[in-house]
């Protein structure tokens, strides 16, 4: 089992910049990837980015591409999402997410994905 929980969301006008953080924990004996889910209501849980469990790959999705960054610190057992240029298209509710095992579900497909956290709000208005 892995544990995970989100934090860092919040309200922040457009144009700001906000770094979220998923905090895990429990079975860390493999290195999973991690990635970052957004939803708002009454649509599908959208892929938005995704780090190998070493960290030294990513894949993001094409609709946030040059505005948001992955990282990950082992050590720590946390894995940011930091957001530049926020639009208020960009206001969800976030969530991480990570497989089973060690692989890397580069393709950003809930189903791929196994533990989830509870999410964190993102709101982006003036």
């Known amino acids: 089992q892995l544990q995970l929980v989100e934090s860092g969301g919040g309200l922040v006008q457009p144009g700001g910049s906000l770094e979220l953080s998923c905090a895990f924990s429990g079975d860390t004996s493999v290195d999973h990837a991690i990635g970052w889910f957004r939803q708002v209501p009454g649509k599908e849980r959208e892929g938005v980015a995704c780090i190998s469990g070493s960290g030294a790959s990513s894949t993001f999705a094409d609709s946030v591409k040059g505005r948001f960054t992955i990282s990950r610190d082992n050590a720590k057992k946390t894995v940011y999402l930091r957001i530049n240029g926020l639009k208020p298209e960009d206001t969800a509710v976030y969530f991480c997410?990570?497989?089973?095992?060690?692989?890397?579900?580069?393709?950003?497909?809930?189903?791929?994905?196994?533990?989830w956290g509870r999410g964190t709000q993102v709101t982006v208005a003036s």
């Open positions: 997410a990570a497989p089973y095992g060690s692989w890397y579900p580069s393709q950003l497909k809930p189903s791929d994905f196994d533990y």
